[in-house]
């Protein structure tokens, strides 16, 4: 018998009509003879309501209440879409991470999952029923409760699909599968049939957030079929999967773009070694993921040292740094939240030039200027400011020619 782990995201859930189209579309997978383990997300907007109000209560609330007031958004979820399959008369269980062991590290707000007790989800699966799990929470070893940060759900599905050695895990959102860019601001955006891990992982790390990072992640490392599909409409979505090295592979697959980075700028530092190992090494101890890294060329024995992080974290790292900075006798440091980050992905990169050039070209007709460039063997990434996001997505897709002509978001 098969095993099939469903995920379905927030407006797949948001409102009790759509919990009770998802109840008949998990009935209808169970109708077809497979085992289903279905994690659900919080309600629309769910989390975000809680994480406002923490924000009325306390000016920086402790992470560890933070986790244990947000994760009630997806009990809230486990509990009416269990109800609603019983409705329909499908036996079905739900369990809060804590309850089936998702044991995490203790990082709140960002925790990493270490393992699942797949015991217990089994044997309610061998009596027949839908087990229905919380997403985007564990617990850690003392049985705090943890979250998984934004977007977490989509990993405790992979991972109970690696835990539980499922046969595929299925993330239904509200896209019929992973596009060439966020269909919602290129409505010309094309689905793609499959996408390699390796790219996938890149769109997600550079801000495409149908899929988080870690589920990516855990996937590709776990083996696990991955495939985004719509709750709305009927379709075999985008599978994710190992690079077929017999298929001509796209010169570019898509384009990612994030308006939540900042850039920190350490000015006037003496130009000796240590300098960045002391600037980033305090960054990374307070947890902050650097992404960006650029280390100017010294004059007169001085250089400016710049990267990019999560803008949520920027007053964070600038108060963490004043100290650095004193300590170093450099000059300052400044934060600039007006940023954009635009990654062009693809492995048809691997084996071709030029390709950088046409992106700075297509960039410069426009009159938009590049502050930062980073890449790997299948990424480009640039920072711009974060004004001119939407104008360079669009302009990117049409210069390497990914455009379809009608638009498929539902
Ligand atoms: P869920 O609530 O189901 O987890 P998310 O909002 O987290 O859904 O992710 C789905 C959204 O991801 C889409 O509505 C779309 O706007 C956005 N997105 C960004 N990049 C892409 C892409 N390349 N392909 C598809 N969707 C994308
Ligand atoms: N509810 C959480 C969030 O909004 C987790 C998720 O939806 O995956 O980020
Ligand atoms: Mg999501």
Redesign the pocket.
């Known amino acids: 018998m098969s095993l099939l782990v469903e995920k ?5 859930v948001g409102s009790v009509e759509r919990i009770r189209a998802v109840a008949e579309n998990v009935a209808a997978s169970a109708g077809q003879g497979h085992q289903v383990i279905v994690v659900v ?1 919080a309600m ?1 907007g769910e989390t975000n309501r809680l994480l406002a109000l923490a924000d009325e209560v306390h000016k920086d609330p402790p992470a560890r209440e933070i986790d244990v007031l947000v994760s009630t958004g997806e009990q809230v979820t486990i509990a009416l879409l269990s109800m609603a399959l019983d409705d329909i008369g499908v036996k079905a269980r739900s369990y809060t991470g804590g309850q089936i062991r998702i044991l995490t590290d203790d990082i709140h707000g960002r925790a990493r999952i270490q393992s699942i007790d797949a015991a217990k989800v089994k044997s309610d699966l061998d009596k027949g029923r839908v087990v229905v799990i919380a997403g985007f929470q564990g617990v850690d070893s003392l049985n705090n409760i943890t979250t998984l940060g934004r ?1 977490g ?2 990993t405790t599905a992979v991972a109970m699909a690696a835990a539980l050695n499922a046969d595929e895990c299925r ?5 019929d ?8 601001i290129v409505p010309e ?1 094309r689905r793609l049939d499959r996408i390699t891990f390796e790219e996938m992982l890149e ?1 997600s790390g550079a ?4 899929l988080q990072i870690r589920s990516v992640e855990f996937a590709g490392k776990y083996n696990v079929p991955l495939r ?1 599909l719509s709750s709305f409409k009927p379709g075999p979505g985008t599978l994710i999967t190992y690079e077929d090295k017999s298929m001509e592979q796209p010169l570019i697959s ?1 384009i ?1 773009c994030t308006l939540d980075e900042a850039k920190v700028t350490v000015r006037g530092v003496p130009d000796r070694p240590g300098i960045a190992y002391s600037i980033l090494g305090a960054v990374s101890d307070a947890h902050v993921i650097v992404d960006m890294i650029v280390q100017n060329i010294g004059s007169d024995g001085m250089t400016d040292f710049t990267f990019t992080i999560p803008s949520t974290d920027l007053q964070k790292c600038i108060a963490l740094l004043d100290p650095v900075v004193e300590q170093l006798g450099a000059s300052e440091v400044v934060g600039d939240s007006d940023l954009a980050k635009i990654s062009l992905v693809g492995v048809g990169m691997r084996s071709h030039a030029g390709i950088a050039t046409t992106m700075f070209e297509a960039l410069s007709e426009k009159g938009i200027n590049i502050q930062m460039i980073s890449t790997s063997e299948i990424k480009i990434s640039v920072t711009i400011d974060k004004e001119y996001a939407e104008l360079a997505v669009r302009t990117l897709h049409k210069t390497f020619d990914l455009e379809e002509t009608t638009s498929v978001v539902v």
């Open positions: 379905y995201g927030g407006t797949s997300s629309s977007g759900s989509d993330i239904y959102t509200d896209v599968g992973v596009y060439t860019t966020d269909p919602r955006a769109l801000g495409a957030k149908v985004v898509g990612a």
